[in-house]
């Protein structure tokens, strides 16, 4: 399945953004999504899961009450919605897929087989 990201971009302190991944080759349906995160010189960082069905959600203490994150199975789409956003939310954003649902709540990147390339989001001050 190849994976592609988009909706990052330049946003003030306190605005919102919507990032967008669309999946193809294959049907996310049963699948476990996964959006990470990379500032420079940090490690890649958990950010928001959901599994297969929509049906549980998972967020990092970072991110809780301010991030929402979906999935569209008909669109074979999953989405992650910022709201409230702050400068330490800069980071290349990735999102990747779980074919097995092993995820669950973990934050590790290990149970992801399938990553996005990424979009950017800055977020000034």
């Known amino acids: 399945v190849q994976l592609q990201a988009s909706g990052g971009g330049l946003v003030q302190a306190g605005g919102s953004l919507r990032l967008s991944c669309a999946a193809s080759g294959r049907t996310i349906s049963t699948y476990s999504m996964g959006w990470f995160r990379q500032a420079p010189g940090k490690e890649r960082e958990f950010v928001a899961a959901?599994?297969?069905?929509?049906?549980?959600?998972y967020y990092a203490d970072s991110v809780k009450g301010r991030f929402t994150i979906s999935k569209d199975n008909a669109k074979n789409a999953v989405y992650l919605q910022m709201n409230s956003l702050k400068p330490e939310d800069t980071a290349v954003y990735y999102c990747?897929?779980?074919?097995?649902?092993?995820?669950?709540?973990?934050?590790?990147?290990?149970?992801?087989?399938?990553w996005g390339q990424g979009t950017q989001v800055t977020v000034s001050s």
């Open positions: 990747a897929a779980d074919p097995d649902g092993y995820s669950g709540s973990s934050a590790s990147h290990k149970f992801y087989d399938y």
């Open positions: 959901i599994s297969w069905s929509g049906g549980s959600t």
